[in-house]
Structure formats: structure tokens, C-alpha cells
T-cell receptor
């Protein structure tokens, strides 16, 4: 089974701090994604990466950056955390379409609170 | 751009009954993939069922089945013989043919009542 591991289940930080959310997958997947999940808004894509050192902006990239130095690891960075970034953050990975209809595999999520 | 719409924010069903969750989407693509995901309270998001747009036959996984209407761009999920463990948030998702882009609906919170 695919394992997607997010480094923290719960995290509390202060406004203005630099925050790192880490995600690791063990299936050699090429594509990795960061979403935030808010009630009534579903999942919104922040960034995705289709290869090492490659990244693409999603629907809501403002206030975030990402890093993918190794294939298995995709980090989400809040450069200067703000209270409106309090949310549940989900990491996912998948193979590209050439591997047939591969769904996304999700981590457990990180519930981030910014005080 | 693709959009996915789930018009039922909350639903409930009696245990052992059948419930249908609706999902519509908008796309100009001809080949794509559709998924239903389940997210139990405080637990991981997991795949329930998938459907390829080029297949006319509706997908089935045990008690879960879909009604895929390509022309209407509709992809509903039917849960038969509902169980307490089916209580969860359900997300409908669309994947582009390249596999690089996923779009999710806003979710339907399903409660199974004993």
C-alpha cells in the first residue's frame, strides 16, 4: 500500500513565524500535491509538483511556497504565518496518467492553528 | 477550467437503507477520470470508487456504485445497505487526462443513523 506521511498531525504556531509542513511518500510517485481543506470550501490546491525541483501554482498559492529537493519529499512553507492560514492541510501523491487511472493517495493531514 | 459541484452539503440515511450523493462537473475535455473519496471523522481520505470517462459501464465496488451520465456531466454515488462506518465526508473529484490536475467538490457530509 502507498504510504503518504505528513510530519505533524497537529501544529500550533504564532503569527509571523515561518512554518514548514513536510510530506513524504514511499511509492516513487512523480506527482505530489498540497491542499488546504476548509469547511464549505472543500479541498483547494495550493501547489503541486510533477518532478524534483519542479512546481506549479494551484488555485491559492499566495502566502505559500514549496520545495521538492527529493522525489519522495514535498514541503509546504508558510513564509510568514497569518491567522487566515489556520486550516487543515492535506498532502497527496500520484503517478501521472501514463500509469492508468491512478487516484491520489492522501496523508493524514496536518491541522495547523496560527495564533 | 474544470469545476466540480456537490449540491448537498449534508445528508443522512437510516442504517441499512440506500442513499445517493450527487455530483456534477464541467469540462470541455473528452477523456478524464472521476473519483469518489471518503474522509471519516479525523481520519485519512481514502478512495471509494473510480470511473473512466471513456467507459460507459458504471463502476461498482461492493455496496458502492456510481451512475455516470457523461452527456449530463453527472457522477452520483449510491451507497446500498448503509452502515454506521459509512458516516463520513464524501468528496467527488475530477482528474484530467494528463493526471496532473485534480479538482474536488466541496463535499457532502453523510450521517448514517442507527
Amino acid at each position: 500500500d502507498v504510504k503518504v506521511t505528513q510530519s505533524s498531525r497537529y501544529l500550533v504556531k504564532r503569527t509571523g513565524e515561518k512554518v514548514f509542513l513536510e510530506c513524504v511518500q514511499d511509492m516513487d510517485h512523480e506527482n505530489m500535491f498540497w491542499y488546504r481543506q476548509d469547511p464549505g470550501l472543500g479541498l483547494r490546491l495550493i501547489y503541486f509538483s510533477y518532478d524534483v525541483k519542479m512546481k506549479e501554482k494551484g488555485d491559492i498559492p499566495e502566502g505559500y511556497s514549496v520545495s521538492r529537493e527529493k522525489k519522495e519529499r514535498f514541503s509546504l512553507i508558510l513564509e510568514s504565518a497569518s491567522t487566515n492560514q489556520t486550516s487543515m492541510y492535506l498532502c497527496a501523491s500520484t503517478q501521472p496518467r501514463t500509469e492508468a487511472n491512478q487516484p491520489q493517495h492522501f496523508g493524514d493531514g496536518t491541522r495547523l492553528s496560527i495564533l | 477550467a474544470q469545476t466540480v459541484t456537490q449540491s448537498q452539503p449534508e445528508m443522512s440515511v437510516q442504517e441499512a437503507e440506500t442513499v445517493t450523493l450527487s455530483c456534477t462537473y464541467d469540462t470541455s475535455e473528452n477523456n478524464y477520470y472521476l473519483f469518489w473519496y471518503k474522509q471519516p471523522p479525523s481520519r485519512q481520505m481514502i478512495l471509494v470508487i473510480r470511473q473512466e470517462a471513456y467507459k460507459q459501464q458504471n463502476a461498482t465496488e461492493n455496496r458502492f456504485s456510481v451512475n455516470f451520465q457523461k452527456a449530463a456531466k453527472s457522477f452520483s454515488l449510491k451507497i446500498s445497505d448503509s452502515q454506521l462506518g459509512d458516516t463520513a465526508m464524501y468528496f467527488c473529484a475530477f482528474m484530467t487526462n494528463t493526471g496532473n490536475q485534480f479538482y474536488f467538490g466541496t463535499g457532502t457530509s453523510l450521517t448514517v443513523i442507527p
